[in-house]
């Protein structure tokens, strides 16, 4: 499925596969999966967007990658799981897969995903530019975000002391 | 008053230049009519019955008469010459064209204002109670807290695609005006045994077709923990707030069904494991919020106003006026103004623009520019002369606006009901206009004293009948307009749900109805004058009930 990040369509380098060396897993094969890891394979799991973030804690950090399932645009668990991934210390690549659009691309970014996963039929209709512009049309966020925008409150208070 | 500082503007008006662009992606196919659904509605934008409905946020109900009067040039160039004001201190336009929608935006961010958040399944615009500032027993001003939240919560990239749609309201007075308890947040500025100003937070209160009144999930808040306590309440929500049911998945749902020990638990988890102080704003930074909400430069004046008083004794439609629509102000010689938009007859909370140009003037006259509106629909001049209200009345008189009812039986809170609302199952405007024109009488309302009648046009309870003293909700019984009736509801600080009087009645017999229901207290009440609640509360439902049997005589049981 085409896949993209903040710069443009990318190739995809992981294999629905138990057996390929960068191989996304089901998240209730986790624990098998990691168990018999050759030396050297990556491996990223396919996370329901029902599960608590905390279910992934004893797992994290043999992990190089999750996906977190969008099953539909406008349900948001998603947003607060990436999130709480990255806040509880996952490092690896965070991938957005599903039905997401171009004008929550930001709030993605802004929650720690790298990567966006669509549909063909999505990509058909919403292409490339659409994905990249997005994000710069709002270029302020009363949050700290985890892509590393600083919030408003805060550069107030900055800009406040410089003065 | 909040002003924007460069920051808040540009995120105002990219979001304008982010939705004319969305509304070209829908025109050019890049958007499914699916997938632009949120993205309007986050913008305030509903198609209702007859045309699209653009909702314009009023935070926390404060405008100055700038901003009035743009509302009112949009009302001319974009509507038919008026406004609704709304029971959540907005103002919506009925009859806006899509494609205009943008042009609207851009003429709002001139004015510093918007429509992000006016609806949708996100954080709505936060509403507070319309004393702010004024009221004698406030602990605090609320709008502060409010205007914080209004930043915080704007386009947040966790919670802009939550279950459901999501209301908060803060009140800082000991008199609940801002019905805390039935929105899904309600945040009360309380001070603790050591004096210190903080928060209670109460979850899970709505109406809607399961009305519930919140719960208390802290007692006392320190005031510097709030955004991360609020971001430890969204994110439970968000990851478990029920999406199979549409009518299920408001957070009250979820506090209901996990119960409120449970919910509490996850949140305090929560709340545990979020990094707080990166949440949290600095101390200076909520100083700078308050300070645009200081008190304005009132004047020193003496207690009372001989000048109104010899007013009043000359005429008495001033005098009524005073009676009912002034409400006192913490500074001595102030007072606070309630204009009503509850003309007898017209429909509840519309203003035309030469109204709301009149009201402009006024409050740049003589209220030291601010205007405020009401969930209960009318508008406030929040600081006014005691020496100036004849001024203000004569002038509010010539506008068409000195309905002396506030607070009485014809300040009747209506939905738009079918008369718009492309939900509806019944109608609602008309019904309030027909019980006001038996109640037109001006001392018979007085009488009658503090009653308020709130009517809904279907079960999604936009009119909140289920707070209203006398609620009126209007269903559809097999294609017939069928209302019933409910006694016994109130928003404010003893918060409770009204109770169904008996099976429902048509449209005609309403009116009726509602009459017999104000006699039958009238004849009930203790003679000190006790209110048409305090009756209820005390007798109960029982004596009211023969009141839906039209054809036996009605007082019977009286
Ligand atoms: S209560 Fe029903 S009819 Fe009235 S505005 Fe709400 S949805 Fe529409």
Not at chain 1, 28 to 53: F, K, M, S, T
Not at chain 2, 236 to 260: C, M, P, Q, S, T
Not at chain 2, 367 to 395: F, G
Not at chain 2, 418 to 429: E, F, H, P, Q, V
Request: overall charge negative.
């Amino acid at each position: 499925m085409p896949l993209l990040d903040r710069n443009g369509w990318k190739p995809e380098s992981w294999a629905r596969d138990a057996a390929a060396g960068a191989a996304i897993v089901p998240f209730d094969q986790v624990e098998a999966v990691l168990g018999a890891r050759r030396p050297g394979q990556r491996i990223g799991v396919d996370l329901p967007n029902d599960v608590h973030p905390n279910a992934l804690l004893p797992w994290q950090d043999g992990l190089d990658f999750v996906a977190i399932a969008f099953p539909r645009f406008n349900d948001g668990r998603g947003f607060s799981l990436g999130k709480m991934l990255r806040e509880q210390g996952f490092a690896g690549t965070l991938r957005a897969s599903g039905w997401i659009i171009p004008d929550q691309f930001a709030f993605a970014l802004h929650c720690g995903f790298d990567e966006v996963e669509i549909s063909e039929a999505q990509a058909q209709r919403q292409p490339i530019d659409q994905w990249l512009q997005a994000p710069a049309l709002i270029g302020e966020t009363y949050q700290d975000t985890q892509d590393g925008m600083i919030s408003i409150f805060k550069r107030r208070r900055a800009a406040a002391e410089a003065a | 008053m909040y002003r924007y500082d460069e920051f808040d503007e540009r995120v105002v008006r990219q979001r304008v230049a982010q939705f004319r662009e969305q509304v070209g992606r829908r025109i050019d196919g890049s958007l499914t009519e699916e997938e632009f659904l949120p993205l309007r509605l986050m913008n305030g934008l509903y198609l209702q019955l007859h045309a699209y409905m653009l909702r314009v946020a009023i935070p926390y109900g404060t405008l100055d008469s700038r901003q009035m009067r743009q509302l009112a040039l949009i009302a001319d160039r974009y509507d038919r010459g008026y406004g609704h004001f709304t029971t959540r201190q907005n103002i919506q336009y009925n009859w806006p064209r899509l494609r205009d929608a943008p042009d609207i935006l851009e003429m709002l961010a001139d004015v510093q204002m918007h429509c992000i958040q006016t609806s949708g399944n996100c954080i709505r615009n936060v509403t507070a109670d319309h004393f702010a500032g004024v009221a004698a027993d406030e602990v605090e001003d609320p709008r502060p807290t409010a205007e914080l939240i209004r930043q915080w919560s704007t386009l947040h990239p966790e919670f802009s695609f939550l279950p459901r749609k999501f209301k908060i309201a803060v009140t800082g007075s000991a008199e609940d005006r801002a019905a805390v308890a039935v929105h899904d947040i309600g945040i009360r500025i309380v001070r603790n045994a050591a004096g210190e100003v903080g928060y209670r937070i109460i979850v899970g209160g709505g109406l809607g077709r399961t009305p519930m009144i919140g719960k208390t999930v802290r007692e006392f808040l320190p005031k510097d923990e709030l955004l991360a306590y609020l971001e430890a309440i969204m994110r439970v929500y968000n990851l478990e707030g029920r999406r199979d049911n549409k009518f299920k998945a408001r957070v009250k749902i979820l506090v209901h069904e996990l119960g409120a020990e449970a919910f509490i638990a996850r949140v305090e988890e929560e709340y545990a494991r979020l990094d707080g102080p990166s949440l949290n704003v600095d101390p200076a930074e909520l100083a700078r919020i308050a300070a645009y909400f200081a008190p304005p430069a009132f004047e020193a004046l003496p207690e009372g106003s001989a000048v109104l008083d010899q007013a009043a004794a000359r005429d008495p439609d001033l005098a009524r006026f005073v009676r009912v629509n002034l409400y006192p102000h913490k500074m001595p010689g102030y007072t606070a103004v309630t204009v009503s938009l509850k003309p007898i007859g017209g429909p509840p909370g519309d203003a035309t623009s030469d109204q709301m140009r009149a009201l402009a003037d006024i409050a740049e006259r003589f209220s030291l520019d601010e205007l405020r509106v009401t969930h209960i629909q009318n508008i406030v001049l929040p600081h006014v002369k005691l020496d100036e209200v004849p001024q203000v009345w004569a002038a509010l008189v010539e506008a068409g606006l000195a309905s002396a009812n506030a607070g009485l039986v014809t300040d009747i809170i209506a939905c738009p009901g079918m008369d718009y609302c492309s939900l509806a199952t019944a109608r609602s405007i008309p019904i309030a206009q027909e019980i006001a024109k038996r109640f037109a009488d001006p001392d018979r309302q007085q009488l009658v004293g503090p009653l308020g009648i709130k009517i809904s046009g279907c079960i999604n309870a936009c009119g909140h009948h289920h707070v209203g003293h006398i609620g009126i909700l209007g269903l559809d019984k097999a294609g017939i307009e069928n209302y019933q009736i409910t006694l016994g509801g109130d928003p404010g600080n003893e918060a409770s749900l009204g109770e169904r009087l008996g099976p429902g009645i048509d449209a005609e017999q309403v009116p009726d109805a509602i009459e017999r229901i104000v006699d039958t207290y009238l004849e009930l009440r203790h003679a000190d004058g006790e209110s048409f609640i305090d009756t209820v509360r005390r007798v109960g439902l029982d004596p009211f009930k023969p009141v839906l049997q039209p054809k036996e005589p009605a007082r019977a049981a009286a």
